[in-house]
Antibody
C-alpha cells in the first residue's frame, strides 16, 4: 500500500524557516518524481515544486524560487521541502505527492499545515 | 505560464443528474490534462489523466474529453459521494498549474 506521511508543519513567524519531510513506503521511491502541492485555507490547489526521481532536476513555482528548496534522500525514501524567508501568503496545507511519469500526481499524502503569522 | 480556467465555479445538481465541468487552457496543451476530486478536509484524488483516461478504480460514470485548449469532465449520473470540488491541472510544461476549482453542490 502506497503511503506518504508528511511532517514538519507548524506555526512560524514571518521571515522564519521550516523543513517539511515526507516519509514514503509501499513503492520504489527512487523510481518516481515527487512534488509538493499546497492549498491555502479555503482556496484552490497550487503546484509548488517537483524533483526528478534521481534528484538531478528541480522545478519551482515563481513565488517560491530562491526561498524554497526541494530535495530527496532515496536511501531513506524521504522527500523534503526546506522553506526559508516565509511569508504570510505561504500559509497553507502542504501535500506531498507522487508523480506518475513526471507528469500528473497519482497519489497524495494527507498534508501538513504551515501557518506563517506573528 | 499557462493559465487554466474552470467553469462554472459552483454547480448545483441533484442525485442522478448528468453534469459537465469545463476547463480551458490559455494555450494548447495537447492532451496533457488531469482531473482531480477533493472532498472537504481530504487530499485530492486522481480521476482522469491524459484528458480522457480513467484512473484505475474510478467509477465509469466519470469521463473526460477534449484536447488543445478545451476540456470537459462529465459525470453521467451523480451519486451522493460525488458532491465535492473538482480541479483540472495541465502537465504540458512547468509550472503545472491548476484550475481554480468547481464546487459541485447538492441542489
Amino acid at each position: 500500500e502506497v503511503q506518504l506521511l508528511e511532517s514538519g508543519g507548524g506555526l512560524v513567524q514571518p521571515g522564519g524557516s521550516l523543513r517539511l519531510s515526507c516519509a514514503t513506503s509501499g513503492f520504489t521511491f527512487s523510481s518516481y518524481a515527487m512534488s509538493w502541492v499546497r492549498q491555502a485555507p479555503g482556496k484552490g490547489l497550487q503546484w509548488v515544486s517537483t524533483i526528478s526521481s534521481s534528484g538531478g532536476d528541480t522545478y519551482y513555482t515563481d513565488s517560491v524560487k530562491g526561498r524554497f528548496t526541494i530535495s530527496r534522500d532515496n536511501s531513506k525514501n524521504t522527500l523534503y521541502l526546506q522553506m526559508n524567508s516565509l511569508r504570510a501568503e505561504d500559509t497553507a496545507v502542504y501535500y506531498c505527492a507522487r508523480d506518475r511519469g513526471s507528469d500528473y500526481v497519482d497519489f497524495w499524502g494527507q498534508g501538513t499545515l504551515v501557518t506563517v503569522s506573528s | 505560464d499557462i493559465q487554466m480556467t474552470q467553469s462554472p465555479s459552483t454547480l448545483s445538481a441533484s442525485v442522478g443528474d448528468r453534469v459537465t465541468i469545463t476547463c480551458r487552457a490559455s494555450q494548447s496543451i495537447s492532451s496533457w490534462l488531469a482531473w482531480y476530486q477533493q472532498k472537504p478536509g481530504k487530499a485530492p484524488k486522481l480521476l482522469i489523466y491524459k484528458a480522457s483516461n480513467l484512473e484505475s478504480g474510478v467509477p465509469s460514470r466519470f469521463s473526460g474529453s477534449g484536447s488543445g485548449t478545451e476540456f470537459t469532465l462529465t459525470i453521467s449520473s451523480l451519486q451522493p459521494g460525488d458532491f465535492a470540488t473538482y480541479y483540472c491541472q495541465h502537465y504540458y510544461s512547468y509550472p503545472y498549474t491548476f484550475g481554480q476549482g468547481t464546487k459541485l453542490e447538492i441542489k
